[in-house]
């Protein structure tokens, strides 16, 4: 069973039309929620952190949301530059790594 | 700063050959590790390491090894090439204060024949 699911797998928008995508986990005892974005053919680069129920962060575009059994990533009138992979991923107590979902491909039509 | 560095960044090997991808990173990270990634599969993690001399296996270890002899540097070995081995590698790191915090390499797309 998957610890971290992400839906929808892709999502195509208009330019200008806004959505979300979510991430949830059936973990217990999380120490941290993050979210990733990946462009074609690079690594994953670093969004946002979250730790507790009720968390919000935000950059430009994107805002990113925490409850208690998932996260969502909301993204307000987006670009065609939005246009990627975005990872959600989530650590456990010690120093266990990061436990990635399979990620939402988005495009962004314009 | 140049980041995470990998090398090489192609490669093709045929079925039981053996190769090392280089990971390097100049930012004094203490965590370092390795993932791959397939389509529909996400990335999953092979090894980890928390410091110079301490690794430790992933979900998907078999038929990789690691070593972490310097803070720098943090080698994946394939002993024995298979076509199931055919996927992107990325190598990351982060501070121990901020383990959650990667930053990762450009990858190696490696196909074994």
């Known amino acids: 069973e998957d610890q971290v699911t992400q839906s929808p797998e892709a999502l195509r928008l208009q330019e200008g039309e806004s959505s979300s995508l979510n991430c949830s986990y059936t973990v217990s005892g999380l120490r941290g929620l993050f979210w990733y974005r990946q462009d074609p053919g690079k690594g994953p680069e670093f969004l946002f952190t979250?730790?507790?129920a009720g968390e919000e962060k935000e950059k430009e575009r994107l805002k990113a949301t925490l409850t208690k059994k998932e996260s969502f990533l909301h993204i307000t009138a987006p670009k065609p530059e939005d246009s990627a992979t975005y990872l959600c991923?989530?650590?456990?107590?010690?120093?266990?790594?990061?436990?990635f979902g399979k990620g939402t491909r988005l495009s962004v039509i314009a | 700063n140049a980041g995470v560095t990998q090398t090489p960044k192609f490669q093709v090997l045929k079925t039981g050959q053996s190769m090392t991808l280089q990971c390097a990173q100049d930012?004094?990270?203490?965590?370092m590790s390795w993932y791959r990634q397939d389509p529909g599969m996400g990335l999953r993690l092979i090894h980890y390491?928390?410091?110079?001399?301490?690794?430790d296996q992933g979900e998907v270890p078999n038929g990789y090894n690691v070593s972490r002899s310097t803070t720098e540097d943090f080698p994946l070995r394939l002993l024995s090439a298979a076509p199931s081995q055919t996927s992107v590698y990325f190598c990351?790191?982060?501070?121990?204060?901020?383990?959650?915090?990667?930053?990762f390499g450009s990858g190696t797309q490696l196909s074994v024949l």
């Open positions: 990351a790191s982060s501070y121990s204060t901020a383990p959650g915090l990667l930053f």
């Open positions: 991923a989530v650590r456990l107590s010690g120093n266990t790594p990061l436990v």
């Open positions: 390491s928390v410091g110079a001399g301490i690794t």
């Open positions: 930012m004094n990270h203490e965590y």
């Open positions: 979250l730790y507790s």
